[in-house]
Structures are given as C-alpha cells and as structure tokens.
C-alpha cells in the first residue's frame, strides 16, 4: 500500500514477540480512531490465522490529515508509539462488518460461539471514512479467507496501485484519478490563459495598440505645446524659436497661429484615434464572449449527470451568462488601457526628469507607494469580489427554486414568508456590494489624496524655484503641472484598474473550473463502433454506489435476451433506477461490467450507445417547442408520417390532435400546459421514435389512467419485436407481459422468474402481487 | 460486501419472506405497526451494555440483543427523539425517545450517548490556522475538539453548509464532517480567513 499505510517499526517489535512475522501479514490498514470516539492510531492486520487489531493511545499533539491535505513528509515524521495488540483467532471469527456511522465505521466481529440472550457482535475497531476504502478491502479478503482458508496472490493483488502522492513534492492528490498536484500543476496563469481568447483577434488587437501608442505620444505632446512652447517660447518671444520653426523675423503672431493649429490637430487626431480604437474594441468584444460562453456551454454538456446533481441551476446560469462578459470587458477595455496608461507614465515620467528631475522627483515619489499599497490590499478585493459573487449565487438559486416551485409556494399560501427569504439574500448581496463599494472607495481616497498632495507640492515648490530665480521658468512649471496633471488619469485608473482585474480574474477562475471539469464518463479513444445492436444485456458482478464506499447496487448479476422484456420491482430506493442509469452509461459502475451484446458498454461508442438505449424516466422533461419537435427530439429528420406513428403507439395521438394547434401546439416552459399523464405520453413517443434496440421504461406509466396503460402496453407488445425493454413498475399490472421478473432489494436481486415462477415461490413478488390485488382492492367493488 | 450484514443479522429479523399463505390480516397489521409511534421510556424499556460495545434492549416483552440508535434532529435538537432501531440495513424502526434527558434513566442516557458519539462522530473547529484556496479545493488546516486536522474540500457547492446563520458544516472529499459551532466565536483574522464560505 505503498509507505503512507506502512506499520510502524514498534508494532512490528510487539508483533514478533507474539510470533507474528512480517512475511505472515496478508494484509493491514491503518485506522484513525478509537472506539471512544477520538482520534487515534491504530492498525488492522490480517494474517492466515489472525486477526490483529493494534491501537495506540490518543495523541493530542499529532496532526490528523485527510484526503488531498495530507504531505508524505508529515507522515514519515509521526512518532513512535506505545503499541497494545489484541488477537483474534480467524477461525473463532464468524464474519467481519463494517457499521457505517454518520462519516465513518465501525468494524465488528461475530464469533460462532453463540451466547444467550446477547448477540456475539464485538466493536473491534473504528475509523473515520478516509479508511473506508482500505478497511472493506480488509473485509473482503477476510471473506475470502474464511471461505478458501487460503489466499492466492491473486485475491491479495490490490486493484491497481494507485499513487497517491504528488512525486515532486509530496503533497497528496486531491483526487486519486486525476493526478494533478496542486502545486506543481501547470503555473499558465489564469490572466494567460484567458488571454489566449483573444488570439485569433491579433491584427485588430495590434492596430488597437498602435491606436494607443498614438494616443499616449500626442499626450505627451500636449502640456508641451501648452506650457513651454506657448509660455516661454512665443509669450516670452523667443528668437531662437522662430528660427527653428524657420520663419525668422517677427512673426511671432504666425508661430501662435501655427501652433494652435498644431493643438487643434492634436486633439482631432486624439478624436479619431479614439473612434478608430473603439471601433475595433466593438468588434472583438462580441466575439470573444461569444466563444467563451459557447465553450462553457459545451463543456456542461460533456459532463456527467453526477456534475449536474452537484449543482445548483441558478449558480450555474451566472457562470454562462455573467461570468464571460465579465472575463472580456477587461481585457478588451481594461488591458489596452492599462498599456496606453502605464506607457504614458513611464514617458512622462522621462519627460519630466528631462525638464527638472528634483520636481519630477516630488511629482512621483507617491506613485511607487500607491503601487505598493494596492497590490497588498488585491487579495482583500479579491475576498469581497468572491463574497458578492456567492451572494449573487445564493439569490440566483433561491430566486430559481422559487420559480420553479410556484405552485406548491401559492398552493400552501407562502408568498410572504418566500418574500422573506427572498428578502434575506437580497439584503446579502445588498451588503456585500456595499462593503465592495466601501472598501473601493477607501481605495480611490487613497490614490486622490497622494495625487493633490503631490500637485500641491509641485506648485509651491515649483513657484518657490521662480521666486527664488533659480533656473526655472513660468512655462516649465505649467508644464510640469500639466505632465503631473496627466499622470492623474492614469493613476485614478490604476486604481480602478486593479478592482477591475480582481472582478474579471475572479470570473475567468469559476469558468475554467467549468471548462476543466473533467467527465466522470468518459469515451475510450479507440470505441468500437457498433452499428447494429442487438439488444442482448449482461451485468457481471455490478456494484455501484453515488458516493464511494455506499454501494446501492452489490454485486448484481443479470442477463436480458435481445428481445424480451425485463420487468423490475421493488420497494423504493431499492436501486431500480440506479440499474437501468448503469445500463444507459449515465454513471459508470464502480466494480463489475455491463455487456452489451458482449461488448463492454465502456467500450461503446458514446453515439452508439446513446442511438440505441432510450429511457423514458419518472422525470419527464418537455422542452420549449411544438409538440413535433419535442417527439422528435433525438431525430430531428423524422417525417410527419412518423412522428404521428410514434404518438398513436405512445396513445398521445388523440390528445395531441384535440389541441386547437394540433401537433403544432407549442408547449414547454413557455408554452400550454400539459398534464403529467400527457408528458408521460409525449415522452414515450420521443422514445419510440427514437427507434432504440433497448428501450428503458422507468416508471413510464406511472401517471398515465389505467385505460391508456392498457393501450400503451398494448403498443410495447408491438414494439418487443425487435426490441429489449426494460421496465421498471410499482404497479405490477404493468408487467403482465414481461418475460421475466427481478426483484430488487437493498441492492441485491432476491427473486428472479417468470409471474408464474415467482408466484409459485410465495416470495417478496407474491406478496407484493397479494396486496395489490386483495388488500388495495375497493372492497365491495370488484 | 455490506449487503451481508443482513444475513449475519437474520437472527434479529423478523422474515420477510413469508413461507405461508398470504395473510391479509397480519399484513394490515404490519401496516398499523408501521404508522404507530412507539414512545421508549424508562417504564417500558431496559437497555444494556453488550459485551462487544454495543446496546441491547427489552420493550413490552420484546427482546433485541442489539439496536441501533439515531436521532432525528441531529444538528437542532440532538437529545430529542432518539430513534432506536433494528441493526439490519433496513433498520427497522423499534420505539422513540421523546426526551434522552428527561426520558430515560441516567445510566441509559450514557449508554446511549456513547453510541451515539461513535455515530456522529464530528469534531468542533476550534481554531483556524489556515485556509488555501487553489484550483477548485480548498485546504483546512484547524485545530479541533479532537486534536489538529488537515483536510481537503471541494470548492463550487455543497461542501459547506450552513447549518444556522452563524453555524457551519464542512465536509471533506471523503465525506467526513467538520463543524464549526459559532462563527462569531472566531477572531477577526480566522473570519478573515473563512470569509470565502459566509
């Protein structure tokens, strides 16, 4: 089990003084608690002929690490203990259980020796669910010992040593099937990663900056012309000047006109550079959320319907829709600005140590300390960012649930308590936008008292130069003032830039943990293809649970002919739909196979498959479309004469033509109102038109009157041709015709037969057909 | 592998698979069993310790040599209806304690506190060291009621929960359970660090 489960040196001492050998131990795990409840460390070890459990006392100073959080070097630092051993003999030991308690287990024992009035169970051991896995793998070899009095290497082979630590650094893998340290992960930045989008969009992008670069040069230009030039050069009468503008003379009126028409050419060209620029930022912004939310959406479809479980719809829906918009308009707006601004500071600041570097001093000082200040304060903008976020999410789901769940909230007359609870979560975003809000201000006050106190500075210190007749003109000074003035903007912008980068990474982060999800079902590269199925099914060994170590479905074994019909009963939360959910590939089983025609479903091509298992599930879903459309779902090239063939059989052609629109009637979401025996219908012709060699009934009838049962078992008589159907009944009269029976209980086939079989056998099915036909008769009626 | 737990316990169990003719009658009785609820109290019912660790008991003449005991509002009201059930998978349900305080002797109450420790078993943060938020998990790194604890939650949905406004309920990749009793107990700089999850 690689070194995290290695038995310490000190219990290998205690073991040999009992004659217990290294090479004796079959197999050990380690546990992580006592019987009293606490945290401690102990071992299960497992040898032909003994069962030990080893236990230390409880160490308070030791730190007890859970899955993903674990480091190897940690682990080999543990120290060493005082170990106590208990021995039980293998023969003497019954049978080995683990009790699930709420997040974890309790090993126990029974003996054969039978004790009056007391049932022999003896606690042996505890241990939280981190060791769930291990101590079953303990269980199951006991099992097999008892049962061979013998293990072959076989059985002691571990499924697949799964390495569990990072090798780079030691740190644990948070999930064992996707080996990706934490740390050592590739360090592509979220800010590259999102700016990868934008690639196809280079040449726009390049003349963007050239717009700003033009921009940025002209600014530089301005105070220039503005301060010096107009102040000391023409005001002043500068002979030189006109000479270097060659028109020597006296024209100092010509010069002024020249240079206002400089000026005046400047700020037209800032204009429709300005213009230019926002022109390309309208064409790359749609495109880029477009392709950013058309790759979200493509990545919820890949995932496994596990994904969706996990999940809230509101919370979901901000991802798509809020998140991308989010992500571009930083970089479309934000990034280019960024550029044109830190390049306007950078020269400015050149020009202005050029003119006069002690002023160009006082002007700048700050701006290294406002840099400062706001990247230590980034995280905390990230945390409020992260909180609105979450409480947006929170009103997002309560606002869906609400909607979703209208009818039960009118018909139990709770509008004013669901406005309560409304209320609460909108106050929550309320108060998270307001701290935002607060926090953003304290920030911009930051960078606006530095900004004045600067100019303030340069004004008396500048003027004091003049005073002083230092060599220093009055243009220089307004100048500087005007650079120092410029610099504003883009330091206010910084400011805002910073707040705005947090928002968008933020976003960028919950998209690609969307777009990095990785399926739980996955297609092998090399599927097979299979064009046509026959429909026969086998499950070998099946044991499937939806959260690890919790099986609902153990060890089934079953074989449907092409063919037939399979009928499936049991109690609720047997694992009747778990089955067919296995056999339609919507989880994958945990252990065992499933055959289709001999072929391992995981081996089937996902469009295959998908072409030729159909279900019809207790949920029915009607989309938003006609009635045609929703029947032809899963093939949209079905002629009329089809579609309508496929209602007659599913008994929705009667219906479906009493709707003023007929086939045409749109309905779904936005639609007319179909009741659920109706849905149940339209489901079961999209099914049938989808012309599946297996065609999966869970409960497909369940709201459907008794008279269209009738009609539509009479079509699946007509259907089983050339079809395998499985279908799943509380009500057993909808099996009538199924070939076979099972019955599921706690996971676990109990019965199998054909009605007369199980009859025959005065079983669960028996009773069960007892009560439907005596006890839940109308008495007197019949 | 679990599902043989009920074989090993068919001693307990009542058969469900009835050999005999379909009995009407026993069967409607079973059904008014099954919408009747029994109240355990100290004059209808003798717990007792096993020798194994676990709890037996007597009611009305019943014998069961083990039971389970769960409780029913296990975050609002833990002493409150105690449900004290078969040990099989099924579970069936054998009798309600309204009250563990009031109900039972105390004696009984021990026991069945001591069971129910080992059931659910959470430990308390008492102290966050630190939290790190990376690539979709996040790493707890606390001190508990049980001793230090380093664990891994999923981040996006469902790992923490709020139980009440200022109580949380955090649970690993793994299923196992973090609490933490108070938020407001917590310092400034450990709010800080859990703002992520208010």
């Known amino acids: ?782 | 592998m679990s599902g043989k737990v009920k074989k090993t316990l068919a001693g307990t169990e009542k058969d469900h698979a009835d050999p005999e003719e379909f009995d009407l009658e026993k069967m409607e009785k079973e059904t008014e069993e099954m919408l009747r609820l029994r109240f355990i109290t100290k004059e209808n019912a003798v717990f007792e310790r096993t020798e194994g660790g676990f709890v037996s008991m007597e009611i009305e003449g019943e014998i069961y040599p083990r039971v389970q005991v769960y409780r029913s509002f296990p975050f609002t009201d833990p002493d409150a209806y105690i449900s004290i059930r078969e040990p099989d998978e099924k579970a069936k349900e054998i009798g309600v304690i309204k009250n563990l305080r009031k109900d039972v002797s105390k004696e009984t109450r021990q026991m069945l506190e001591e069971q129910l420790r080992l059931r659910y078993f959470t430990p308390k943060i008492e102290k966050i060291i630190n939290i790190k938020d990376e690539y979709g998990f996040a790493y707890f790194d606390v001190l508990t009621d049980h001793g230090a604890c380093r664990f891994t939650i999923h981040m996006g949905g469902g790992s923490v929960v709020n139980l009440s406004d200022t109580r949380l309920m955090i649970t690993d990749l793994d299923g196992n359970r973090f609490e933490i009793v108070d938020v407001t107990k917590l310092s400034a700089p450990e709010l800080k660090k859990l703002d992520l999850f208010l």
């Open chain 1, 1 to 782: 089990m690689g070194k995290k489960n290695e038995i310490p040196s000190g219990l290998y001492r205690l073991l040999a003084g009992y004659h217990v050998k290294k090479d004796d131990i079959i197999a050990h795990t380690e546990t992580d608690m006592n019987l009293e409840g606490e945290f401690a460390r102990g071992y299960v070890i497992l040898t032909e002929k003994k069962l030990i459990v080893a236990t230390s006392e409880p160490d308070r100073t030791e730190v007890y690490q859970f899955k993903g959080a674990g480091n190897l070097r940690d682990l080999h630092r543990q120290k060493e203990k005082v170990w106590v051993a208990q021995f039980y003999s293998v023969d003497e030991l019954e049978r080995l259980e683990v009790l699930r308690t709420v997040c974890g287990g309790v090993l126990y024992s029974t003996s054969k020796k039978e004790m009056p009035g007391s049932v022999p169970d003896v606690q042996l051991s505890a241990i939280t669910n981190m060791k769930m896995g291990d101590m079953l793998r303990i269980v199951k070899l006991f099992d097999i010992l008892k049962e061979k009095k013998t293990l072959t290497e076989e059985d002691i082979k571990e499924e697949e040593e799964q390495e569990e630590y990072c090798p780079k650094c030691g740190t644990m893998y948070p999930d064992k099937d996707r080996k990706i340290c934490p740390k050592c992960m590739d360090r592509r930045s979220i800010f590259v990663r999102s700016l990868s989008y934008f690639a196809p969009y280079k040449l726009k992008i390049a003349l963007m900056m050239v717009c700003y670069v033009i921009t940025a040069g002209l600014n530089l230009v301005w105070p220039y012309l503005s301060g010096t030039i107009l102040y000391d050069r023409i005001l002043a009468k500068d002979e030189h000047f006109l000479q270097i503008l060659g028109i020597p003379g006296m024209k100092f009126v010509t010069a002024l006109g020249l240079i206002v028409l400089t000026m005046l050419l400047t700020k037209i060209t800032l204009q429709a550079v300005g213009i230019l620029q926002g022109i390309m930022t309208a064409t790359i912004v749609p495109d880029v959320v477009k392709e950013m939310k058309t790759e979200v959406f493509r990545s919820m479809g890949r995932l496994s319907i596990g994904f969706y479980n996990k999940r809230q719809t509101g919370s979901l829906m901000t991802r798509v829709l809020s998140d991308a918009e989010r992500v571009t308009g930083f970089f479309i707006d934000g990034l280019p600005y960024l550029f044109i601004n830190v390049l306007t500071i950078i020269a400015t600041a050149i020009v202005m140590f050029m003119m006069n570097w002690y002023l160009a001093i006082l002007a700048l000082i700050f701006v290294p300390i406002i840099f400062t200040i706001s990247f230590r304060l980034m995280p905390r903008l990230w945390q409020f960012y992260g909180r609105r976020h979450r409480a947006e999410r929170a009103m997002n789901s309560r606002l869906n649930d609400n909607l979703t769940g209208a009818r039960v909230v009118k018909a139990f007359g709770q509008q004013e308590s669901e406005m309560g609870r409304f209320d609460k979560n909108n106050s929550r975003v309320r108060s998270a936008e307001i701290s935002l809000m607060h926090f953003d201000n304290k920030f911009f006050a930051l960078y606006v008292i530095f900004e004045q106190i600067a100019n303030v500075v340069i004004w008396g210190v500048g003027s004091y130069f003049i005073l002083s007749g230092t060599n220093m003109e009055f243009g220089v000074l307004m100048t500087f003032v005007g650079y120092a003035q410029q610099l504003n903007g883009p330091l206010d912008f910084m400011s805002w830039l910073f707040r705005w980068f947090t928002e968008s990474m933020n976003s960028a982060q919950r998209i690609f943990e969307i777009i990095d999800a990785v399926p739980e079902i996955t297609e092998k590269p090399d599927s097979v293809h299979m064009e046509t199925i026959r429909g026969d099914i086998r499950l070998k060994n099946v044991t499937f649970g939806y959260e690890p170590n919790k099986p609902v479905l153990k060890k089934i074994n079953l074989k449907i002919e092409a063919g037939k019909m399979l009928g499936i009963v049991g109690r609720s939360g047997a694992g009747k739909s778990t089955l067919v959910n296995l056999i339609s590939r919507l989880y994958d089983p945990q252990e065992g196979e499933i055959f289709l025609d001999g072929v391992n479903i995981k081996d089937i091509a996902f469009r295959d498959l998908r072409r030729n298992v159909a279900m019809v599930s207790q949920e029915t879903y009607i989309f938003m479309g006609t009635v045609a459309e929703n029947i032809a779902y899963a093939n949209a090239e079905a002629s009329r004469e089809e579609i309508i063939n496929a209602a007659v059989l599913a008994s929705a052609h009667d219906f479906i033509c009493r709707m003023p629109d007929g086939y045409d009637t749109i309905i779904g979401s936005s639609g007319r109102n179909l009741s659920g025996g109706e849905r149940q219908r339209i489901s079961i012709a999209r099914a049938i038109l989808a012309n599946p060699r297996i065609l999966i009934l869970d409960e497909a009838t369940a709201s459907v009157d008794t008279e269209t049962e009738k009609a539509i078992q009479a079509s699946i008589n007509l259907l089983i041709k050339d079809r395998t159907i499985i279908s799943i009944a509380h009500r057993l009269s909808t099996l009538r015709d199924a070939d076979r029976l099972v019955v599921l209980d706690n996971g676990e086939i109990t019965e199998e037969g054909t009605h007369a079989e199980l009859v025959e056998k005065k079983g669960t099915y028996y009773k069960l057909k007892e009560l439907q036909t005596k006890a839940l008769a109308l008495r007197g009626v019949e």
